[in-house]
Nanobody, 112 residues
C-alpha cells in the first residue's frame, strides 16, 4: 500500500525559500496524479498545486508565480519549491495522491 511522507518544512524569513519533498512508498507511483495542499489554523484546507503523471501542473491562485511543483518518478518523490514566501503561506503542508491517500503533513512557518 502506498504511503506518503513529507519533509522539508521549517521556519523561514519572509521573502525566503523552502523546498518540500514527499516520498512515496509502494508501487506504481508514476501513474498517480499528485498534489500539495495546505491548511492554516481556522482555515479550510486549500489546493496549492497538482501534477499529473505526465507532468502537467496546476496551481492555486495564491501561489502562482512563486511555487513550483515537480516530480521524479524514478525516485518516487514529488517536490514543492516555494519562493518569495509570505507570512500568509504559514500552514501545514500535506502531500496528496489520487489513489486517495494523504501524508501526515509538514509545518511551514514564515516569520521574521
Amino acid at each position: 500500500q502506498v504511503q506518503l511522507v513529507e519533509s522539508g518544512g521549517g521556519l523561514v524569513q519572509p521573502g525566503g525559500s523552502l523546498r518540500l519533498s514527499c516520498a512515496a512508498s509502494g508501487s506504481s507511483f508514476g501513474i498517480y496524479r499528485m498534489g500539495w495542499y495546505r491548511q492554516a489554523p481556522g482555515k479550510q484546507r486549500e489546493l496549492v498545486a497538482t501534477i499529473t503523471s505526465g507532468g502537467s501542473t496546476n496551481y492555486g491562485d495564491s501561489v502562482k508565480g512563486r511555487f513550483t511543483i515537480s516530480r521524479d518518478n524514478a525516485k518516487n518523490t514529488v517536490y514543492l519549491q516555494m519562493n518569495s514566501l509570505k507570512p500568509e503561506d504559514t500552514a501545514v503542508y500535506y502531500c496528496w495522491g489520487s489513489i486517495g491517500i494523504w501524508g501526515r503533513g509538514t509545518q511551514v512557518t514564515v516569520s521574521s
